[in-house]
């Protein structure tokens, strides 16, 4: 398996990406190896001040840099010998197995969309965001992002992508689906949920068990949370503010903990013809760690072969 | 000043209302009633049981009960006679300044809009929710719920009526109002956030600061947070349930206990034509008694007058 990580991606890169796969080194296997795409002699350097002597890291040379603040459609035309550019060329060639970034989400987003291109039959890619639940366990968010406004029938599909995902990632059968909603009646809330929520009960690929509510985020009553990118990515960013909160006030608890964004270490976009990583801004070497290791699962899960056939049924 | 209780809403009721009823007779002014709207037998024994015999409450006699579950409009038309039927005729003839009940949402909003009616040129009356922040101080966010679904020009004028609310009842001039978005950017977010966002930075009469995100909720960069019914819902929602978890796994601390919705007593309608607070279902008689300090704080205020006068200019 080849996993390529983009060097140059996140707020404190390239320091904190590399500290992140020599972290992540240990735990892979022989066969298994970081493409690490960025400035060659930066990486070189900074792998030597390590004493890094091992052969699972293959430096590839890509020397721009798309900033977090640019515009990611021209940023992706402009700088094709970026970080980014080259990693989803690795990805389209499949020369890469997963492509992970710590970058510019929305620059993620379409240089997905114009590598490796949405999977025939889907209409719109999802990114997935992982929730916290109070028994420890956690549940998959989608769309958190990359779709502000969203049609009923994109709802329904990532109902589909979801239980895929979760399925193929945790073994669990027939994951519980819930619509994030502001009443548990069939018809409460917006136009979008109201319509959403007959798709989802019709379809009888999604085990689909109701609306939810904001106070049912964490709560363990479903596997796959539904929801527009708008939503979604409000009440992901709100969680994660909970943490900061608690932690400068320095009260520790398990659950608070599984709401630090180090824990999951990125979100899968779901629903394209490749196995791409996003990853916190932030990221610390820590989260660059669990990063890679959600790369590899995700490649190991199969999840794309599965949705693709999925959507030949 | 004359505040309507509904002693039959919520699920405690009526003896949770009733013993926040009697909290709240003590910072009561001689010249400040309750009308306890109930049924009359009732509220009469528990108070008798009680061992209350002051003058500042007074019995109005209602003898039916809408349920949490029923349908608004439908239970309105039915029962007259119920508890939240007979405030709302308390308050359109004007022998209540104020109506409050922990009781059904949905009849409270629908009971606004068939007595006392939208103020005009108002285009829809919004839910204002209480949101603590981290210096212990609170914004005010609306639409939490009337609204699953809006315009832009509405998400303006809740920028307005949120504006006016905020600067009668804290005396803070020119409040700060944010539009929760997914990024910081003017071009960030749906197609409604992004038109709201032009509305509100082009109207002179807001204090308008930009978006803000999910992790700027509690962070004290607005005082006034405009968003949709749906996701203002979802948020508040979600910040309560942070609340219950904390509590239930034994953390406490400031900011959580901020999120307790006994803290604020409830949300008041803004935008019809006369003050009506809406408590939370589960009220316990302490946040029955902050839901009667808030109804007091809604008439002194003045906002009803400040607002009507606002549409004038």
């Known amino acids: 398996m080849k996993i390529a990580v983009d060097v140059m991606g996140g707020d404190f890169a390239p320091i904190s990406v590399i500290d992140g796969i020599l972290l992540a080194i240990d735990s892979l296997n022989s066969n298994e190896k970081i493409l690490a795409v960025g400035p060659q002699q930066t990486i070189e350097k900074l792998l030597a001040e390590r004493n890094y002597s091992g052969n699972q890291i293959e430096i590839i040379s890509a020397e721009q840099v798309i900033e977090m603040g640019e515009h990611p459609t021209k940023a992706l035309s402009q700088k094709p010998n970026s970080s980014i550019g ?12 997963v492509f992970a970034s710590a970058g510019n989400t929305g620059a993620m987003m379409v240089g997905s969309l114009f590598s490796v291109k949405t999977i025939q039959g889907i209409q719109r890619p999802a990114i997935a965001g992982f929730v916290p639940q109070v028994n420890g366990e956690f549940a998959v968010m989608l769309d958190i992002g990359a779709n502000a406004d969203c ?3 994109m709802l329904e599909q990532f109902g589909i992508l979801g ?11 027939k994951p519980r689906v819930g619509l994030m909603n502001i009443g548990e009646e069939e018809q409460k809330g917006s136009i979008l949920a109201q319509a959403a929520h007959t798709l989802l009960k019709n379809n009888k690929n ?3 068990i109701g609306n939810l509510e904001g106070k049912d985020l964490f709560r363990n ?5 539904v929801t527009d990118g708008f939503t979604g990515n409000i009440m992901l960013k709100m969680a994660e503010s909970f943490y900061f909160i608690m932690e400068e006030q320095g009260v520790k608890n398990d659950f608070i903990e599984l709401t630090n964004y180090e824990t999951y270490g990125g979100s899968p976009i779901i629903g394209i013809n490749g196995n791409v990583v996003i990853a916190h801004g ?16 995700l490649v190991e899960s199969g999840v794309l072969k599965k949705i693709k056939k999925a959507l030949e049924n």
């Open 206 to 208: 999604i085990h689909f």
């Open 86 to 97: 080259v990693g989803f060329s690795l990805l389209k060639s499949e020369q890469a197995d």
């Open 221 to 225: 009553k479903a596997d796959v949370i």
């Open 282 to 297: 932030a990221s610390t070497p820590k989260a660059i760690q669990q990063m890679i290791k959600l790369s590899k699962s």
């Open 151 to 153: 049609k009923p029938e």
């Open 163 to 173: 239980s895929i995902y979760f399925e193929a990632t945790t073994g669990k059968k």
